[in-house]
């Protein structure tokens, strides 16, 4: 084990769990989600355009617009 405490972080983790980690390939470790939705749920909230979303931002404040105006650039 390492000084850090991290749960993530594998170092701090038994080489049996990482192994049984490993072991499940990189399926998700969940089953829920949008691509485990009904294929009509998911075209229901799809249709919405990201109004079914509570957001980041109110819209048309300084903090939207200023995220808008950053795009993609990296922080």
């Known amino acids: 084990m390492t000084d850090n405490t991290n ?27 949008f691509a485990s939705m009904d294929p009509e749920k998911q075209k229901e909230i799809a249709s919405q355009g ?6 980041s931002f109110e819209p048309g404040s300084e903090k939207a617009k200023e995220a ?8």
């Open 68 to 75: 808008g105006r950053k795009g993609g650039s990296s922080s």
């Open 7 to 33: 749960p993530g972080n594998f170092a701090n983790r038994s080489k049996d769990e990482v192994s049984s980690i490993a072991q499940k390939g990189g399926q998700a470790s969940h089953s829920g989600g």
């Open 50 to 55: 990201g109004k079914a979303s509570s957001g």
